[in-house]
Structure formats: C-alpha cells, structure tokens
C-alpha cells in the first residue's frame, strides 16, 4: 500500500463503543477513514445512515467482510463472537482491531492470531488507554527510578451497572467483569511488570490468588484477585459491576508511590508522585485515545511495522485471565 494512502474502515455492529468512540475517531484520524456498516438490524442501520453519509450499509457482518473497499474492520461485539467474525475477517483478507478481551480465552487468541498469521492481516486488541498521556507518564516515571525498585502494583475498575438486561451479564455472550473491565487491571499490571523487565510481553504471574462473588445466571459481578512475578513484584486486581464507580491505580516502590486516579480514562486530570515527605501533583493533559489508537493501527498496517500493543502481550492477559478464572473454580 502507498504510504500516503487512508486506511478503510468497515465496523462489525453499532454497539455504543463504536457509535460513540471509535466511529467518530476514524473521522478525526489522519489515516482512515469509515467506509462501511453492517448491522443484523435495519433500524440501527438507518439511524447511523444520515449521521455518515456515502458510508455503505450491510445487512449482516458478512456483507462487510465481502466489500472490496473495506481494508480493516473494528469488531465491537460481544465478547463470545470475537474469535469467530476475527477468523472470518482474516479468512476474507482483512485486518482487524478487536475489542478487549481479545477472546474468551487464550486457545482461541491462540488460533485467532494464527489464522490472522497465515492470510497477512494485523490482529490488534483495543486497549485504548495503551494510548492516553496518563499512560505515557506513568510509565516514565516507572523507568526513570523516581519510584526506587517497584514493589506493588494496585489497580481496580469497577462501576455500578444498572441495566439487569445489560449482555455484560449474560454468559452466553461472554459476560462478567473480568471479561469486561478487569481485563484492564491485568493488563496495566503486566504492563508495569513489563516496564520493569524492560521488554513486552515478558512477565508473567508465577503465583494467582483469587475470588469472587456471582450473578444468579453464573456471571462474576464483583472479582478481586493476588498476582505475584517472579521478580517479586505483588499485584492486587479488582473489578465489579455492584458498587460505586471506582476506576485507580497505584504504583508502590521503595522510593515513593505514585496514584493514578481515572487510570483508563484520557479525561485531563493529575498523577500524585510523593517520595518521601514531598509530595508532588503532576498535570495530565486530555488525549484523544481512539484516534491514536486508530492511527497507530492504521499506521502499522500502511508501514508494515507491529503496532503498539503487540499479540504476545494479548496471549499473556488472556493466559492470566484463564489462571484467574481457574483459581475461583477450584
């Protein structure tokens, strides 16, 4: 592909994270652009038809795979569908960014990053917050030994979820939420661990501890969980769907301990370094997450280069989540 040539988007589905956020990303992005929308229904069809017009509309996912003007797709569906529209997408010829997590667990990552593998596309997951300048300054701070050696690591997302018949608490789709937003403290966990070892994808938990509580369907509404590596780094995880909005992080090394309030969010906002009595507020200034994201993806495709949150590293987070998953059944 020419260099200088846009990246054409088809998205699999209109759900709220592709309506909202990435959809108008791609708008915004200075190397894509949205090509075309398949939908199994027509009103969802309809309503994004006059918001995009010359966006072509497909009933069904199919229809999207099969159009010669579509590069790339964005497939925000449930969770339990990934695996089999990624595959799909690969087998017709393109590239796709998938929303977190990547799979249900790691033998279909596995086999969705082979399939991807032997057809030639990219296989990314979306973590946006990989994204964000909260991030990035985090982990400067991590490298630059402001913290001494790093001893813990803390990170929970949590919310209040209010819609009985929400498809986060359906199991048949995927649902619970350490599939849904425990995914990001595991992965910000194994990121830090990362930054430590000073290569990707290259910590994994030697020792997981965990439990949880459940929905009457089987889903886990709230999830808690221990991680140790085997450099002794100690991790605690927490997710939920059952009480107030909590979404933090901190990072604790022998020198000074450093917060991240809003840890997965690009909202402007601040970091708290304190080392010793000092204590410091450093601003953090609003990102646009998804475009970079998209542009990133986009970029990796047209340069031919890996993107920034590579497949090793989603095999690892879902590795974990399998040995999470493990530890509260035994």
């Not at 986009?298 to 949150?309: C, D, S, T, V, W």
């Amino acid at each position: 592909m020419h260099p200088s040539r846009k990246i054409r988007w088809g998205v699999l589905g209109y759900a709220r994270i592709a309506r909202e956020s990435l959809i108008p990303a791609l708008g915004r992005s200075s190397n894509s652009e949205f090509r075309a929308l398949g939908s199994r229904d027509p009103a969802k069809l309809a309503e994004c038809a006059p918001k995009y017009p010359g966006v072509r509309m497909h009933r069904g996912y199919e229809e999207v795979l099969k159009d010669p003007e579509v590069d790339a797709v964005y497939i925000p569906l449930p969770n339990s569908q990934h695996k089999e529209w990624t595959i799909r997408a690969a087998e017709h010829g393109k590239h796709v960014l998938c929303e977190k997590p990547l799979a249900l667990n790691a033998a279909e990552g596995r086999e969705m990053a082979a399939a991807c593998a032997a057809r030639g596309v990219l296989l990314m997951e979306a973590f946006m917050y990989r994204y964000t300048e909260r991030t990035r300054m985090a982990l400067e701070i991590v490298r630059s030994g402001a913290l001494g050696g790093v001893r813990f690591v803390h990170s929970s997302f949590r919310f209040l979820l209010a819609k009985p018949d929400s498809i986060k608490l359906q199991p048949e789709l995927g649902g619970g939420s350490l599939y849904d937003v425990g995914v990001y403290p595991i992965n910000f966990a194994g990121l830090v661990a990362d930054t430590i070892a000073g290569r990707p994808a290259a910590s994994r938990p030697e020792v997981v501890a965990a439990t949880c509580g459940r929905t009457p369907a089987g889903v886990d509404d709230i999830f808690s969980a221990v991680v140790r590596y085997p450099d002794g780094l100690v991790a605690s995880l927490h997710s939920g769907f059952n009480a107030h909005r909590r979404v933090s992080s901190e990072i604790v090394g022998t020198e000074g301990l450093l917060e991240i309030p809003d840890t997965f969010f690009d909202n402007a906002g601040s970091l708290t370094l304190t080392q010793g009595e000092r204590v410091r507020e450093l601003a953090v200034p609003e990102s646009d997450r998804y475009r970079r994201e998209v542009e990133d993806f986009a970029a990796a495709i047209l340069e031919r280069r890996p993107p920034l949150l590579g497949l090793e590293e989603s095999i690892r987070n879902l590795e974990t989540l399998d040995r999470l998953y493990a530890a509260v059944r035994d």
